[in-house]
């Protein structure tokens, strides 16, 4: 076990300790940085916070109940709703840069519902939803400020699966998001590690050092310790990766305390843990047996960059999923090895899944991964010492 | 107990018998030479000695018994197939490989060191192996091959790719390992090159063992057919008992080969009673190479 950590720490600190390496792993957060900033501030700047104003021709705004100004945050800020008595001093207001906009209510305005909006130029989406919930607050006037907060805010649906365990509050964003930023993660840790991995496995070859190799230490052990040191440099990229959206997650909160309610689901969590890591040995022992099957770098990156096509097909079909999570075809998805650690998270986060369905699905993962192993220990044990010949998926199943 | 019992082994790859029941020994201290042409088996041979093939008949038995992990860190392995890691600074690779060897990192980088010096490479040390050249490389390989002390050095074509500076250090280098006790065994094509320094040796050619035994003995059991003379006068053109004559580059110096049961005596004899001047009269001990040719071509086995 011992020569298993040298080439563990070997592959490992190769890859970690080249500036390749840190450049590629910094580049991500900060791209992502970039992009968020400028999409953030582009918003910011787009927010009109002049205060609107309405002309009340019926008289049902006699005595108006205003909205509230809202907190610190420049997205959740309610805009100022000004009374005019007239059109013309509306209109005046107006031309005067005080309002934005202003709204008029028509003499028969309870019967129809119908209402004007003047302003200059269009109006942002702001200027209608204000002026709706100032004219919804109104209307409910009368009613128990209970009723009228249900009214206003609809109801929370939470659902409880037949067994009882698991609850879905519809309110959680994150459990929407977190699913398919996972899986993206997932799939760039496949991609990330298994190029370095079938990368190492081939300069074994190319470097011809596999004679000195199999002679100092037993290919099993080498096996595992390139597997395992492949995808701790992977891993070691998503973290950094994590630590990043996590540091923007915290700044994120503190700008929008309204998705404060929001929680990351535990259950889920464990389900991710159980699907990725079996599917990241499968698919990395996959690339290895690849890797070890064929004679040059390129030829084995085509064939291993196949791999992430199921993985990736899965995201074409994310709406379908996330509108019926249960059907045939979404639980296909979520058992079969390749999409499973994508899908399977997402249903757990969308909604109940029967236990069965989980379990099998992990079950079946395990099995591939060691069955993908296994392939790739006979892989390298059979293509060790063949230069520039290929090995078919033939002769490693069958010769002893 | 030998250090490698080889018994009978036998490997094809596909219709091609690369090994044809090969079996022979090596005995602890000696430097055994493995010999034969080129595609004779004898890099199969060695890799099945090594456990990376399987014979499919036969057994190997080295250290008196199967290989085990715990075995290869007792032994040096130069491969025919030279490699190192070319994207990584030599000592790193080095250190790397001596530490997969089973030596501590730090006792490896001490005696790296010390080799690195002898070798004249300890200003390339910080250098990626691919900036080096083919020479230094094999050198670097033979540090590979006697950095962690092994008790048995197996050494594919050693001289290849050497000048004859650094073929020569290689030599000394072996026999000073031979001194300290260690069993070598040398494989090579180039059968002259090893004449001074094997102990026994076992000759292959297409996968079958057609000499085996100490190399004195060998020589011994070829030569007398062969006399090397040098005279005053041109030699008269039949002497009885010689069967053919050549004259090599100068016109006085000869080879003769005997008839079959004539010894080098009474050719002597002959010459003195002919009364011919001789400056030079020597029984010729032949060389591998000739003795090898001697062997194929008797039983008909060499392929131009």
Known sequence: MHKMWLVLKYEYLRHVKKKRFILAVLSVPLFILVIMGISFLSVLFSIDNTPIGYVDQSQFLANPVMLTQGGSDPFEKNLEIIPFDTEQAAQSALDQGQIQAFFILPPDYLDTGDSKLVSKEIPGSEVYNDFRLFLRKNLLKGYEPQIADRVLEGADVELVAMEGERERSSANVLSIILPVVAGILFMLAVNISGGYLLQSLVEEKENRTMEIIVTSISPTQLMAGKIIGNLSVGLTQIIIWLFFAAIGIVFVLRTFPSLQSAQIDSFFLIIMILTFLPAFVMVAAMMAAIGASSSETKEAQQIAGLFTIPIALPFWFIAAIMSNPNSPFSVFLSIFPFSAPVILPMRVALSAVPTWQIVTTILILIVAAIFSLWLAGRAFRLGLLRYGKRLSLKEILQKG | ?304
């Open chain 2, 1 to 304: 107990m030998s250090t490698i019992d080889v018994d009978n082994i036998t490997k094809s790859f596909g219709t091609q018998i690369a090994v044809d029941g090969v079996t022979f020994q090596v005995e602890p201290g000696e430097i055994f030479g493995l010999l034969g042409p080129n595609g004779a088996g004898k890099t199969t041979s060695i890799r099945i000695i090594l456990d990376i093939f399987k014979p499919d008949h036969g057994s190997v038995s080295i250290f008196g018994g199967a290989m085990t992990e715990d075995k290869k860190n007792r032994i040096g392995y130069l491969p025919e197939e030279r490699g190192l890691y070319q994207e990584v600074s030599l000592e790193n690779c080095l250190v790397y490989l001596a530490t997969l060897k089973g030596m501590s990192e730090k006792r490896s980088q001490e005696r790296i060191s010390s080799f690195l010096e002898r070798f004249n490479l300890s200003d390339h040390r910080k250098k990626k192996v691919k900036e080096l050249s083919k020479g230094m490389q094999q050198k670097a390989q033979l540090i590979t091959t006697l950095v962690h002390d092994p008790e048995l050095i197996i050494i594919d074509e050693p001289f290849s790719a050497l000048d004859p500076i650094n073929t020569q250090m290689v030599k000394d280098l072996l026999r000073e390992q031979s001194k300290l006790g260690k069993t070598i065994v040398m494989c090579t094509h180039q059968m002259h090159q090893v004449e001074q320094l094997c102990d026994r040796l076992v000759l292959i050619n297409r996968g079958k063992t057609i000499l085996y035994g100490k190399l004195a003995e060998i020589q011994e059991q070829f030569s007398g057919n062969e006399i090397i003379l040098r005279t005053e006068n041109p030699l008269p053109a039949n002497i009885p008992g010689i069967q053919s004559l050549h004259s090599e580059n100068s016109h006085l110096v000869y080879k003769a080969h005997l008839e079959d049961g004539v010894s080098p005596q009474v050719i002597l004899q002959n010459l003195l009673a002919q009364n011919i001047i001789l400056k030079q009269f020597e029984v010729s001990s032949p060389s591998l190479d000739e003795i090898f040719i001697q062997v194929v071509t008797k039983s008909g086995e060499f392929d131009a």
